[in-house]
Each structure stands twice: as C-alpha cells, then as structure tokens.
C-alpha cells in the first residue's frame, strides 16, 4: 500500500474539512492511482521534451496519415440526454470562492466551468476549499444552492494541467501529481452520487498535448470506473485544443477518448502562447499585439475554430468555442450605455461563433447570460449543431499562418500590466482578477508574458514610434511606472506594497529569460516566494 503523507496540516477552521477529504479511504485511492499511472506521467514529461526539441529543428506540423484520421466513419459513444446542449458554461469559476460558486450554481446555464487550472490558485487553503464546496454542493448541503445536483447546471470539473506538481503532498517519497491530485479526490467522493444523479462526473483536460496525453486520461477513466464501479463509459470529458501540438491530432485525441468523449474546447490564449513556446524564437512566429491583430476574424485562428468544430461534427461530438471575458461594471444591471455597448460587443463575436458551427461557448459574468441565452435562441432551434458540417479544407499553412501587424505601446503596457497583476494576485492566493473591464486569468497572462519575452527577442519597433524599439530598458521602465501607479492606487498596506515589488522583479525575470518557463503557473507554483508565503502559516506534518 502506498504512503501517502500530507505535508501541511490544516490552515485555521479547516482541520474538519481535511480530515473529511482526506479520509483513509481517499488517501488509499490517491495512493494506489499514482503507483499506477506515476512511470506514464514522467514518460509524458520526456515526449513533451523529446518533441521540444524535435519541433525546434522541424519548420512546421503536420497531419497524420493515422487510421483514426483516415476512416471517416467511427463516431463517439452517445452522450446522455443532459450532454446535448452545452450552449452556455461559466468559466474560470474557482469553487474556493464560496459566493461566487454558490452565485454560479443558481444560473441559468448548461454547465459551470468548475477549475482548479486557469482561474484557480492551488494554495493548501484553496485546495480544501474547493473539493469542500464541491462535494458539499455533490451532497446537497451547501448554503445558498440548490438542494439536489440534479437542477444544478452541470459541474464540469477542470483538474489541474499535467505541468503543476502537488508540493503538499508526498506519495512514496515523490511530491505528488497535481492532476492526479484533483482528478482522484473529486472522483472518489462525489463520482457514485453524480453518476446515480445523472450528472457526470464530467471534466475539462487543460494543456493536453496530442493524443498520447488523451491516452493517458482514457487510461485513468477507465481504472477510476472499475475501482469505484461505476459503470465503464460513465466519466465524459472535454478536451481543451489550447496546445498547437492538439490542434494537429484532433482526430485521434477524439478516437482515444471516444467511450468518454464530450468533445473539444477552444483555448484562443492559452493557444497563441503554446504557439510562441513551440516557435517563438524563429521570426516568421513573431506574434503581433494582440489586443489589436489578434482575433478570431485571423487566418490561424479561424482556421482552428473551423478545424475543431467539423472535426467534432463528423464525430458526432460537441465544438465549443472560448470565454468571452468581458465584464460589466460593479452595480451594474446592464442597462446603462456602457453596459450595453459591452453587451452587444459580446453578442456580436459569439454571433460569428454560432455561425461558425460551435455549440456553446463561456462566458465569466452571470449578468450577460441571460442575453447570451436570447442569443441563442433566437439563432439557433436545436440543442445542438453537430449536424453542421462545413465544406473547408484547412491546410498546416492555414494554422500557423501568423497575422501581419505591429507593436504598440499601449499594447505592451497592457501585457506588462496583465503579467504583473497575476503574479501579484497569485502571491496573494488568488487565480483571477479584474482589469481594464476584462476577467484575466493564467492564459491571459501567458500570452501577455510571452508576448513581451518574443518582443524583446527581436527587438521589434514601436508602430507609434518606430524610431523606438521594445527593449529591456523600455520594458523595465514601463514595469516601474506601472508599479509605482499600482503602489498608490491598488495596494493598501505595507505586505502588498511589497508584494507587488516582488511581482514587478518576477515578471521582468521571465520577461528577460534566455529559455523562459513554457507555463507562468508552473514558474510561480514552483517559486520560493509563493510556497513561503502560503506555508508559513501552516504547520509541517514532518
């Protein structure tokens, strides 16, 4: 039997909430999933550096000639009555936020985007938390939400991504997986109850990277089911193309899930930065500012909605596209001008989605479901739109055909902002927060810091000045200005002064690094700092 050895004990008023989750029977489940499934997951971190450095010697991707994309003929496993529509989820909903879970559980939407990656900041509090609201809710006694899962909208749990290691948790000597960590907790207290309730269990599998990694997750359903004993097939999943490497394995990510497949997710963020991790240092991948030529209006990415949504179709499964992260302001009930103007900038791009064939989409603010749900409506008289498939041909050279455009200033102070401020509210614990009227997350602050990373790599001009280029001193002098106008107006005490000094110092570490981490959230969860700050007020259970 494994030993499993918590390293934290339990943060103040939580030392019911661990016991509970971590009782003897999950610690014997989590054990026995990583003595199983441990020697695949290193072997997934060698492919991903194998292919690093294949990718980093080839020009380009390519389709396979692989049986699964050549027989047209083979189709998911059906998917349950409630799975047919997935016109509306709530995204980056972090269950650790008690009001905005319990806010997001009463709305009128398909499914709730329930995270623990993008959104979510994994501290040992947060953790507890989280699974805590989740199997309350599971159970039924959570305050303030429904009764019973079953008029719930559907709880789509988003484990952690495969580069996010547990440091709370050693399993026979080894800091444990996070994923594995998420994935087996929630599995195992709440998967009999929403598989008898109908309801799931269902997931979203972030940073998937090809189909070998779709594999894996297969391979971890299928054991999950036979030791709880629910039936095979019960679990169903969504994978997020949010990988450039995915993008070109479709097909076959489908067919390797295909008994617990719910289909495919667009990532648009998470994707323009896995493009710059993968190609980055070669010119023609030099990506423009992105707030002002990069939209789903652009060869590359329309080309990937396309892709992804005949792709699902012709397999009987799901296309769902991206989260609109805008945000309207606090107080507002929607009918002031600004208001609409943002409500009807939202309507407008998840227009040309639904045209495009997609499902359904995320959006982060209740307040404009229910005129997405209008939308919907109105555009579409189906549950779903499967039976659309479209007569394109996408081309590798469609994929990665980068948008022409330039830098701008405003461009760069907005992604040197986005960059800072997450670092910032990830020292504090926090996943997501609030800028410029937009929700921002990791994957805004992946593409944000990679963006200046490559700008500065090429040292490439300013289109307002284009005697100037982005440089180091450009950019460190625009992380100072920022810091200072943060220090007055969003910092309140000395310990958040001094947090945002470290978050201006990290930020320029990855803005300048020679080979810069391929995740922001690994960076931080891996950093003294961060692991200093949320564990001091912890005991050690060594």
Not at 62 to 84: C, G, N, T, V
Not at 154 to 161: F, K
């Amino acid at each position: 039997m494994a030993n499993v050895l918590l390293l934290q004990s339990p943060p103040p008023k939580l030392e019911d909430v661990q016991k509970k989750i971590f009782d003897e029977g999950a610690k014997a489940f989590l054990g026995k999933l990583h003595q199983q499934f441990d020697k695949d997951v290193d072997e997934l971190f060698k492919t991903r550096l194998q292919r690093m450095v294949e990718l980093s010697t080839k020009k380009v991707l390519s389709f396979k000639a692989s049986p699964e994309r050549i027989d047209r003929l083979w189709k998911i496993a059906s998917l349950s009555s409630r799975l047919q529509n997935r016109h509306l989820d709530l995204g980056d909903v972090s269950a650790s936020n008690t009001a905005h879970f319990v806010s997001a559980l009463n709305a009128d939407v398909q499914g709730i985007q329930v995270d623990f990656d993008d959104g979510h900041c994994p501290t040992w509090k947060n953790q507890l938390m989280a699974y805590h609201n989740i199997l309350s809710v599971v159970s039924g006694k959570l305050p303030g939400a429904p009764f019973s899962i079953t008029t719930c909208p559907i709880l789509m749990l988003r484990p952690r991504a495969w580069n996010m290691i547990d440091h709370d948790i050693l399993i026979d000597g080894k800091e444990a997986i996070g994923p594995l960590v998420d994935f087996g907790i929630l599995i195992y207290h709440t998967a009999k109850k929403l598989y008898e309730a109908n309801s799931g269990p269902y997931f979203y599998l972030s940073k998937v990277e090809g189909a070998s990694e779709a594999k894996l997750w297969n391979d971890i359903f299928v054991w999950a089911q036979n030791e709880l004993h629910i039936p095979q097939g019960t679990i169903k999943a969504c994978v997020l193309i949010e990988n450039i490497v995915s993008t070109f394995e479709m097909d076959e990510i489908l067919f390797a899930l295909r008994e617990h497949s719910l289909g495919l997710n667009c990532g648009i963020w998470d994707y323009c930065a896995s493009i710059i991790a993968k190609f980055g240092t070669k010119k023609p991948f030099l990506l423009p500012d992105r707030n002002k030529y990069v939209n789903m209006d652009r060869r590359f990415l329309k080309s990937y909605m396309q892709l992804v949504v005949n792709t699902c179709h012709l397999r009987g499964a799901p296309a769902t596209g991206g989260m609109a992260a805008a945000m309207l302001k606090p107080g507002s009930i929607g009918t002031e001008n600004s208001s609409k103007s943002i409500i009807n900038n939202v309507l407008e791009a998840k227009l040309k989605e639904i045209e495009m064939g997609v499902d359904g989409f995320m959006v982060y603010d209740s307040r404009i479901v229910p005129h997405v749900n209008e939308l919907w409506k109105k555009s579409s008289t189906t549950p779903n739109q499967i039976h659309r498939i479209f007569d394109v041909t996408v081309t590798p050279d469609d994929l990665l055909a980068i948008p022409a455009g330039g830098v701008t200033l405003q461009g760069l102070k907005h992604n040197v902002a986005v960059s800072i401020l997450f670092i910032y509210q990830w020292l504090a614990g926090v996943g997501h927060f609030f800028y410029s009227g937009n929700v921002e997350d990791s994957a805004t602050a992946e593409i944000s810091r990679y963006q200046i990373w490559q700008w500065i790599r090429f040292g490439v001009p300013l289109e307002d000045d284009p005697a100037r280029q982005v440089t180091a001193k450009l950019v460190e002098k625009t992380a100072a200005n920022f810091a200072a106008h943060a220090h007055k107006n969003l910092c309140r005490s000395n310990a958040e002064r001094k947090r945002l000094t470290a978050a201006r110092y990290m930020s320029m570490e990855i803005f300048l690094s020679r080979n810069p981490p391929e995740f922001i959230t690994s960076y931080l969860n891996d950093n003294h700092k961060f692991r200093t700050l949320h564990n001091k007020s912890l005991l050690s259970n060594l």
